[in-house]
């Protein structure tokens, strides 16, 4: 299984990036989706999360209103559109996939997943 995660990059204050998590090696459509921050020193943070339908996503609050994740299942990816980006945004992005049924919760913890993709820079300058 690959979750190759692209799309980070250095963007200013207000800007927009989207990311792209290209999935292989699985069903797709058996797998809900998440995708995390971390930044140096700190422990993974949840950012975005999306049912195997791609009906039902779940949002931090940090990034409500601002970020929003999206699946393609033709393409076997997911997108994380993010807009008005701050710099408290920056981090290295990481995609994840979890077996849909698998956790009790519609925000699953990071523990939980189970496969992980290799993490896309963002910079936000201000």
């Known amino acids: 299984v690959q979750l190759q995660a692209s799309g980070g990059g250095l963007v200013q204050a207000g800007g927009s990036l989207r990311l792209s998590c290209a999935a292989s090696?699985?069903?797709?459509?058996?797998?809900?989706m998440g995708w995390f921050r971390q930044v140096p020193g700190k422990e993974h943070k949840f950012v975005a999360a999306?049912?195997?339908?791609?009906?039902?996503?779940y949002y931090a609050d940090s990034v409500k209103g601002r970020f929003i994740m999206s699946r393609d299942s033709a393409k076997n990816t997911v997108y994380l559109q993010m807009n008005s980006l701050k710099a408290e945004d920056t981090g290295v992005y990481y995609c994840?996939?979890?077996?849909?049924?698998?956790?009790?919760?519609?925000?699953?913890?990071?523990?939980?997943?189970?496969?992980w993709g290799q993490g896309t820079l963002v910079t936000v300058s201000s």
């Open positions: 994840a996939a979890i077996r849909r049924g698998s956790s009790d919760s519609d925000v699953p913890s990071i523990d939980e997943y189970d496969y």
């Open positions: 090696g699985l069903i797709f459509s058996l797998y809900d």
């Open positions: 999306s049912k195997w339908s791609g009906a039902n996503k």
